[in-house]
């Protein structure tokens, strides 16, 4: 069935069953192919995105549950790799393979969204449900305090969810 | 100790020079045909075409093509800079291009064994050389100067005394017309002169990845391609007797479903890699639709005999061939049996370690396009030459109608050794006859992957009056029939600590196994690393000797090393004294329930000394505090960053480990995803590991697998002096323990 979705700003429509995750509608309807598959069962995280500025799980969120809230994904964190998170995943070089980073990233940036100065605490509570199979752990940790750092030195572009 | 550098061009190298249409120029690697095979005279090698490595355009853009899959371990950055550094071009000018397969060009593709530094380290290095040797000479033809008179920098060359200088693309056209020069030739660079190598450079598609570009195998998208699942039996070699088709092709989204028989391949191309296994393909508009059918298919299959596969009997066998003792003898020095009996102290334990699973973050997956009886596919194979032969054998192609894109990986482990899914997708889109984009589900990966054998090691050793050990012997138990054990399942006669020990033997006795085994990071050394370097430790505390002083004692009393296979014990020594004085070993006052353990291992050429400094809790749970990585991988650590990421993963990776486990009953794998088969999150990882290097007079060395066997007996060892409990069997699960 139709369904309207507002995605990085951008409104659209798609045919989709209301039970079919927003993982896929992304993925193979939308042709937004950052959100990662991993686990399909909420445990890796790689599938990370905001749903009205709170990361979830594209595997397990229907779309019948989507509805107007806006979805941001990686994407639409910027498209030029200029958001605080993704400068300083840059900066850090975090990744090896890199396929759980846009969910590390995106649960990274709802975090500095809601907590600018994170503590090593906000930061195991809001990462710890994303995993690295490369174990880039200690570098993910120094990215969200770098993330921190340049989004209090350019507070315009400290949010996780950017609305157009 | 000095060893004198080897090259592994052993063939008379060239350079083939090639101007570009657009005024660019290309440089190869050839090699010239031996004259006649090594050995058993077999007919002469052909000779591989023109490899192609580094374009120069003539706006002086550099491109460099990295040749190897990069599946994380940072291949793409590291050769195209060996290439870069003796070229003598700035970095920042230089774009990097991934290969497709095609060895002939471009010399061995493939991702395993931590082979890609010193399988590579000269010949990348002596490519570069002879492009800048070129230009150079182009340079004093043009100026009619010896070219002992000029030097290069930044992609230019300058005669210092005329002050004159011209960048590589203004020579461009000059070198097109020139002889190559005979790499052997070439003078390679003074390290002391490096600028870029031994430098960190970070990964090129660092850009790529945090703006979601789509770069991974599970991204490709080709036109008017279906997305499919592939349904196997649970047991291994299951065949389907019969299934709802029709019904399934009824169902929202699908567009085909079919039966694949497994062709009837009698003579396996790739040894330990059976490739396609029978099942049920099914295709539609998205993934997630041909996945969601999957739910409604009735399917009746003939298990086979595989059906009786059960770890609890596997155990039980095992506790059987213990009793019996060892099936047959792999080496024996002097009199084990009769030392043990003089022996001041004997020890004796039994250890045992599971199947695991790689799990790779990013599941199997390729997309396969066939048409007029050529295959075209995208993967992120470890080994794609062995996927295009075995893809070839399929579909009854020859390699050469095959075109495979090599394309980033979300992580190998070494999974990605095996090609079955490569196959399967080129199957599935020939008899589609669409191009068809294959993706495994979590639950598929689980369930039919390479596992790391498990197995059980059975222990006595002796020590004498004055602590050092004077008889070792060990009976290994694994998998396999009659003398072939099952892969990654074996232990050869060098096996640490023989050639220590004078009196030494090592029996093996294997069972049937009803699963498939594999390399795993490290193969067979993450788990004999365990059990070696935690036996070790028993000894040590049996003799009453540190732990440490306890390891290079043994490990001086093998010997003139210099012509002895396997460890350089002074190499050895070296990281183990290292890991010691960065952990302030043995000087440091730890809280009752904290202690350190270390373990060292060699593997892949590399030596490594790690220690862990382990909380352990009353209620069992562990928290990694610190860990400390000695390393010595030869003269040059080639991407400082890159080096230390693939050293600290490799330890959490290996810790993880310790928690892992994979167990079979129905001849079925009863893990089905990251909620039964675990690895580390953030906040049981060590937040600090400390990665030091020994640099040696050895050439360089891989990185991606011999960082992570020690960790495992050092966090073992950890566990015993924090709580006086040794472990002897893993998963830690087993005996109660679980991460803080």
């Given at each position: 069935m139709p369904f309207k979705i507002n995605v990085n700003g951008t409104s659209s429509t798609v045919d989709a069953?209301?039970?079919?995750p927003l993982l896929w509608v992304l993925r193979d309807?939308?042709?937004?192919?950052a959100t990662k598959y991993g686990?399909?069962?909420?445990?890796?995280?790689?599938c990370t995105v905001h749903l009205a500025g709170k990361p979830v799980r594209a595997c397990l969120t229907?779309?019948?549950?989507?509805?107007?809230q806006p979805v941001t994904t990686l994407e639409g964190l910027s498209a030029d790799g200029s958001h605080p998170v993704q400068l300083a995943w840059q900066d850090i070089d975090v990744?090896?393979?890199?396929?759980c980073q846009a969910g590390q990233m995106m649960s990274a940036a709802a975090l500095l969204a809601k907590?600018?100065?994170?503590t090593d605490t906000d930061i195991d509570s809001a990462m710890n449900g994303n995993l690295c199979r490369c174990g880039t752990y200690i570098r993910i940790r120094q990215a969200v305090h770098k993330a921190a750092t340049l989004a209090s030195a350019a507070p315009?572009?400290?949010?996780g969810t950017k609305v157009r | 100790m000095k060893r004198t550098e080897k090259t592994s061009m052993e063939r008379r190298s060239f350079l083939k020079v090639t101007a570009l249409a657009g005024g660019g120029l290309l440089f190869g690697l050839a090699e010239a045909p031996k004259a006649h095979a090594q050995?058993?005279?077999?007919p002469p090698a052909a000779p591989p075409d023109p490899k192609n490595f580094i374009k120069i355009a003539a706006d002086g853009t550099v491109t460099i093509v990295a040749k190897n899959p990069e599946v994380g371990q940072g291949v793409k950055t590291m050769l195209p800079m060996l290439i870069a550094e003796e070229l003598d071009v700035d970095w920042k000018s230089v774009k990097i291009e991934q290969a497709d397969y095609d060895e002939s060009r471009y010399t061995g593709q493939s991702a395993g064994g931590s082979t890609a530094t010193p399988n590579n380290w000269t010949p990348m290095r002596q490519v570069g050389a002879a492009g800048r040797a070129m230009f150079v000479a182009a340079a004093a033809k043009q100026w009619s100067?010896?070219?002992?008179?000029l030097t290069t920098a930044s992609g230019k060359v300058m005669h210092a005394s005329s002050n004159r200088s011209a960048t590589y693309a203004q020579l461009a056209s000059t070198v097109a017309g020139m002889q190559p020069p005979a790499l052997a030739s070439l003078k390679l660079k003074?390290?002391?002169?490096?600028?870029?190598?031994?430098k960190t450079q970070p990964n090129p598609e660092i850009h790529n990845i945090v703006t979601g570009k789509?770069?991974?195998?599970?991204?490709v998208k080709v036109p008017g391609m279906l997305h499919a699942v592939f349904e196997k039996c649970g047991v291994f070699g299951g065949k389907v007797v019969s299934a709802n088709l029709d019904d399934i092709k009824k169902?929202?989204?699908?567009r085909q479903a079919f039966v694949i028989e497994?062709?009837?391949?009698?003579?396996?191309?790739?040894?330990g890699d059976p490739g396609l296994e029978n099942g049920i393909a099914i295709l539609a508009d998205t993934w997630w639709h041909a996945n969601n059918a999957r739910k409604q298919l009735k399917v009746t299959w003939n298990?086979?005999?595989?059906?009786?596969?059960?770890s609890i009997k596997y155990a039980a066998n095992a506790e059987e061939l213990a009793k019996k003792?060892?099936?047959?003898?792999?080496r024996a020095d002097g009199d084990a049996e009769g030392a043990l009996k003089s022996a001041a102290k004997v020890v004796e334990a039994s250890y045992s370690y599971p199947f695991i699973a790689h799990?790779?973050?990013?599941p199997q997956g390729a997309t396969a396009s066939f048409k007029d009886g050529k295959l075209e596919i995208w993967t992120n194979s470890q080994i794609p030459g062995n996927g295009r032969r075995m893809a070839a054998q399929a579909l009854g192609?020859?390699?050469?109608?095959i075109t495979q894109h090599m394309v980033r990986g979300g992580g190998g482990f070494g999974r990605r050794l095996n090609n079955d899914y490569v196959v399967e997708a080129a199957y599935i889109a020939k008899q589609a006859g669409v191009p068809v984009k294959l993706l495994w589900s979590r639950e598929d990966d689980m369930a039919h992957d390479y596992y790391r054998p498990g197995g059980r090691q059975d222990l006595k050793a002796g020590v004498d009056a004055s602590g050092k050990i004077v008889a070792w012997k060990n009976h290994f138990i694994s998998y396999g029939e009659g003398e072939r054990f099952v892969a990654s399942g074996a232990m050869g006669?060098?096996?640490?600590?023989q050639r220590f020990v004078p009196n030494y033997h090592l029996g093996a006795s294997v069972q049937p196994l009803a699963i498939r085994t594999g390399a795993l990071r490290a193969p067979s050394s993450n788990a004999f690393a365990f059990v070696i370097q935690s036996f070790i430790d028993e000894m040590a505390h049996a003799a009453g000797k540190d732990p440490v002083q306890f390891r290079l004692d043994l490990l001086s009393?093998?010997?003139?090393?210099?012509?002895?296979?396997?460890?350089d014990a002074e190499r050895m020594k070296g990281v183990v004294k290292l890991a010691a004085e960065k952990s302030g070993w043995g000087k440091k006052t730890l809280p009752k329930g904290t202690a350190m353990g270390i373990g060292f291992h060699f593997s892949h050429r590399g030596y490594f000394a790690e220690v862990a400094e382990v909380k352990v809790d009353a209620a069992k749970k562990i928290k990694i505090n610190k860990v400390w990585v000695a390393a010595d991988v030869?003269?040059?650590?080639?991407?400082p960053g890159a080096a230390d990421n693939i050293c600290q993963g490799g330890i959490v990776d290996g810790i993880s480990e310790m928690m892992q486990e994979i167990t079979i009953e129905g001849g079925k794998v009863q893990q089905a995803n990251y909620h039964q088969h675990t690895m580390m999150r953030l906040t049981q990882a060590p937040p600090e590991i400390e990665v030091h290097y020994l640099t040696s007079n050895n050439p360089p060395t891989g990185l991606g697998e011999p960082a992570l066997p020690p960790i495992l007996p050092a966090v073992a060892n950890a566990i015993f002096s924090a709580t006086g409990q040794r472990v002897?069997?893993?998963?830690l699960s087993k005996s109660g323990y679980s991460w803080a």
């Open positions: 069953p209301p039970e079919m309807l939308l042709n937004l192919q686990c399909g069962i909420g445990q890796c995280g790689a229907p779309m019948s549950a989507v509805g107007t990744p090896q393979c890199g396929y907590t600018p100065k994170p315009a572009r400290n949010s | 050995g058993r005279g077999g100067v010896p070219e002992a008179d003074d390290p002391k002169d490096y600028k870029i190598v031994g789509p770069i991974f195998a599970i991204d169902l929202p989204g699908v497994r062709p009837d391949i009698t003579d396996a191309v790739i040894p298990e086979g005999p595989r059906a009786a596969g059960s003792g060892p099936q047959r003898t792999i799990a790779p973050l990013e192609i020859t390699d050469k109608d006669p060098t096996e640490f600590p009393a093998g010997g003139d090393a210099a012509n002895a296979p396997g460890v030869g003269s040059q650590i080639i991407n002897r069997q893993l998963p």
